[in-house]
């Protein structure tokens, strides 16, 4: 696995050794690719990760990402060196190829229901997005919230995927992990309600103990350092490195 800068605009492919190992394309503060890495290491799957500049990418990001797009995962011990893209696409690929531990259900339902509740996640990406971009308050990001939280109480279980996490915990995690963005920008405006969002809260506090959560863990403070370059046109994507 390696770690390091963020590849740019004019910067040659990686020459990775011929391991066969799946090279992941990623940005460190992706929440899209924060999913996938938490796949690959909840499985302990070996892999390179390949860190893009967004703002001036690579010439070569074409071939790997065909949307410009990351997270691309390319599968480079198959025949063609397939390149799957889409975050949920992906997660749910490497749970089929590496089945243990299990982060989806077997059983066809329950299956389909967390699929369900991840695509109905989207809302929160889209309010957490809102908030940073035009100014606007939390309501909607807590309507969106609000269907989770009634989630867990009605699942009666820890995390969403039961006594551990699972599927539906890694692909909500990374928006959650980023929270602290929204309140540090919005300050006394931004409410995150404990009592509302109790099971919610309990949920934070064990995911943030969770080893494969830390395993990918950006600080609050990174975040914001992140998202203050960003908003000031000077993205600073390697301030981890
Ligand atoms: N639906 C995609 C979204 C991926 C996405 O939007 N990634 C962003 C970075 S967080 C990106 O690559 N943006 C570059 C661009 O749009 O040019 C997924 O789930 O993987």
């Known amino acids: 696995m390696s770690a390091g800068k963020h590849l740019t605009k004019g910067s040659a492919k990686p020459a990775l050794p011929d391991d066969g190992v799946p090279r992941l394309y990623s940005m460190r503060f992706c929440p899209f690719a924060h999913r996938a890495h938490l796949v690959l290491n909840a499985k302990k799957v070996p892999h390179h990760s390949i860190y893009i500049n967004l703002t001036e990418k690579p010439e070569w990001l074409v071939d790997v990402s065909p949307l410009l797009k990351v997270p691309a995962l390319q599968l480079v011990a198959e ?48 309010a957490f997005m809102k908030i940073l971009s035009n100014d606007v308050g939390t309501d909607e990001l807590w309507t969106a919230v609000d269907i989770f939280e009634a989630e867990l109480a009605h699942r009666t279980t820890p995390y969403f995927s039961g006594s551990q996490p699972g599927y539906v915990d890694y692909m909500l995690w990374p928006w959650f992990e980023r929270f602290p963005v ?59 490195a």
Request: charged residues 30%; aromatic residues 12%.
């Open 79 to 126: 025949k063609s060196k397939p390149s799957l893209i889409e975050s949920l696409i992906i997660s749910e690929y490497l749970d089929e190829q590496h089945p243990q531990p299990a982060l989806l259900p077997k059983e066809p339902l329950q299956r389909a229901l967390d699929k369900i509740l991840v695509e109905r996640f989207n809302a929160v990406p889209g």
């Open 182 to 240: 929204l309140e540090y920008y919005l300050k006394e405006r931004y409410s995150f309600d404990k009592q509302r969002f109790a099971k919610i809260s309990a949920w934070i506090e064990l995911m943030l103990k969770d080893p494969v959560v830390q395993s990918h863990f950006v600080t609050p403070e990174q975040h914001i350092e992140y998202w203050r370059t960003r908003k000031a046109g000077q993205t600073n994507y390697d301030l981890l």
